[in-house]
């Protein structure tokens, strides 16, 4: 969505949604309904079809609520709204830690309960219209979703297979997005010999071997294709001089690629049978994870709240303002999980509404009123394709938008209003840094190094006992729960740090987000190998093996076990490296 793709599809989503609401009677909540549809869609894409139906389908309900319910609770009781509203950003600032997939759910669940609640409704509406507005936006998304995916809902786990496999992408998206559709026995076979072929290479490169990317790329691009023809892969001979371990990972890497190529070629489309209840189990294993104090994300979680509270207790002051929804907008936009974000957010806004507030003075001192509106809304328009390439021009936009488009409507004279706007961007910069700065007593600013180095021993420790436990067929599910739930929060804890810490340098940041990668990946192969039964005893002498740094010969037959061990030897090979 770049150039004019964007405004292009805003106006067609936002003028189609307005077009429903018009036919279902939703009256003053039509506005309502169009914008809070443009909200959705940040969370409507990013995995396959069918795993995005899901998760739209679990969202939808969330989604009415917060738009509506506040704002319903607040023709009764404005504190009472104000504290329901609160909770539902502190859930929207916790869902990050169910995984990647979910930043842009919390995001898109935020946005669309603090503009249910701020925005100012043209006339009255009843309640069921309130609640139809987000109701019909949810419903818009899923259809857009589908008719997008319609043609190729397996794209995007093929997309993150070939990734992987040209070693662009993550071994734990790429399991996520496998798991997420309907898993296939050839994307299987792709996933675990993809993991395979990256451990030799891994080891390979170590040693100073060369390793030609040529026929990957070639390979790789046979994944990513919706249909295959059939060509066979050469397989050299491998290089002469090698020590006879060497030489195993050179064969194995080959034999790897072989195998990708057959299962790419052959395509078997049957499914492949998951456990029962996996899926949940680890949501349920990132989540319990994080509802301790001593997680970074739940402490985030606490001061995004608590600062929204701060700003609707402002906006409580100024009933009826229009201005009260830039506010409530950008004091949630600017509070970011890292300290540092959240003053690059506040530079970006203020310097942003400075700009765009020169362009505006320009614009009223030498056009007539009523050119105030259709400025504001190609401004608008002009100005959505560079919301995160260039932010603030984007906030310069939003002030011709904001305060020309107000201005217009109520026919208000333009220039306190553009000096109200600004005064209320610095006050929501001030709220957002003061809660985004604002650090946990008694809570300790481990460094990324010492953050690092907790994860990946929670995860071995956690790994460790495992392997025990299914060696024994004794698991003591209360000191496993335990391992799981710090293994969880060691991992969130690596991307998200307390404020005031030390900043990690560019190679620390790069190391921190592969080694979470890796851990995330083996915890969730953790959760599949600890479900109820002893059907994986068999990984527990191959796992000890694997953490003692030794390799394994163990070649199991089942799909399943040979996706989970290929799943541990690659992301343990990768956690030294």
């Given at each position: ?42 969370a409507a894409?990013?995995?396959p ?7 739209l ?8 609520f ?50 249910g ?44 297979l ?22 296939r ?5 792709v ?19 060369p ?12 994944v ?27 064969t ?6 072989s ?34 104090w001593?997680?970074a ?10 600062g ?19 506010f ?28 765009g507030a ?11 009123p ?5 400025v504001?809304?190609v ?9 995160t ?18 201005a217009?409507?109520?026919?208000l ?13 610095l ?5 957002g840094l ?22 990946v021993?929670?995860?071995?420790a956690?790994?460790?006992r ?7 067929g ?51 192969t ?6 109820p ?45």
């Amino acid at each position: 969505m770049k150039g004019l793709a964007l405004p292009v599809i805003i106006i067609v989503v936002a003028g189609g949604v307005a077009g429903l609401g018009a036919l279902a009677g939703l009256g003053g909540a039509t506005v309502l309904a169009a914008l809070t549809a443009l909200f959705c869609l940040l969370a409507a894409f990013g995995g396959p079809l069918r795993a995005d139906l899901r998760l739209l389908a679990g969202f939808a309900p969330a989604l009415v609520f917060g738009a509506g319910v506040p704002r319903l609770l607040g023709e009764v009781s404005e504190w009472a709204a104000i504290g329901l509203l609160t909770v539902v950003v502190f859930a929207a600032g916790l869902l990050p830690v169910l995984g990647r997939r979910y930043v842009t759910v919390g995001l898109g669940l935020g946005m669309s309960s603090v503009f249910g609640y701020g925005f100012q409704l043209t006339g009255s509406a009843s309640p069921a219209q309130v609640l139809g507005a987000p109701a019909l936006a949810v419903a818009v998304a899923i259809v857009l979703r589908l008719l997008a995916g319609l043609r190729d809902p397996g794209k995007p786990v093929r997309d993150a297979l070939a990734d992987l496999l040209e070693g662009t992408g993550s071994a734990e998206h790429a399991a996520r997005q496998w798991f997420g559709d309907r898993p296939r026995r050839w994307t299987a076979q792709v996933l675990a010999q993809t993991l395979r072929y990256r451990a030799a290479r891994g080891v390979l490169e170590e040693r100073g071997v060369p390793v030609d990317s040529d026929e990957v790329s070639r390979l790789a691009s046979r994944v990513r294709a919706r249909s295959t023809s059939d060509s066979p892969i050469p397989v050299p001979e491998p290089p002469q001089g090698l020590p006879g371990a060497t030489r195993e990972w050179f064969t194995s890497m080959w034999d790897a690629l072989s195998a990708v190529h057959h299962a790419a070629t052959t395509r078997d489309e049957s499914t492949v049978e998951v456990p029962r209840g996996l899926h949940r189990r680890v949501l349920d294993a990132e989540l319990r994870g994080a509802l301790s104090w001593k997680s970074a994300q739940l402490r985030h979680a606490v001061r995004v709240a608590l600062g929204m509270f701060a700003a609707l207790a402002v906006a409580r002051l100024r009933p009826g303002d229009p201005l009260t929804l830039s506010f409530l907008m950008a004091t949630f936009a600017i509070m970011q999980p890292e300290w540092r974000d959240s003053l690059n957010k506040a530079g970006q806004r203020i310097a942003g509404s400075v700009g765009g507030a020169v362009v505006l003075a320009l614009v009223i001192w030498l056009l007539p009123p009523s050119a105030l509106l259709p400025v504001g809304l190609v401004a608008m328009l002009a100005g959505f394709p560079f919301m995160t390439s260039k932010p603030v021009l984007f906030n310069g936009c939003v002030v011709l938008m904001s305060v020309g488009v107000n201005a217009a409507n109520r026919h208000l004279d333009p220039a306190p209003v553009l000096v109200e706007y600004l005064l209320l961007i610095l006050l929501a910069a001030m709220i957002g840094l003061l809660f985004g700065f604002a650090a946990v007593p008694g809570v300790r600013k481990p460094s990324p190094e010492e953050r690092l180095a907790t994860a990946v021993a929670d995860t071995r420790a956690l790994l460790g006992r495992l392997a025990d436990a299914l060696r024994s067929g004794d698991a003591d599910l209360r000191e496993l729960g335990r391992l799981f739930r710090q293994s969880a929060r060691s991992q969130q804890d690596l991307l998200t740090a307390e404020p005031g810490s030390a900043e990690p340098t560019a190679p620390q940041r790069d190391s921190l987000e592969h080694t979470a990668d890796a851990l995330r990946a083996l915890h969730t192969t953790a959760v599949a190998i600890a479900l109820p039964g002893q059907r994986h005893a068999a990984l527990a002498d191959p796992l000890s093996a694997l953490l003692a740094g030794e390799p394994t010969r163990f070649s199991p037959e089942d799909d399943e076990q040979r996706l989970l061990l290929s799943s541990l030897s690659t992301n343990l090979a990768a956690l030294p490296r």
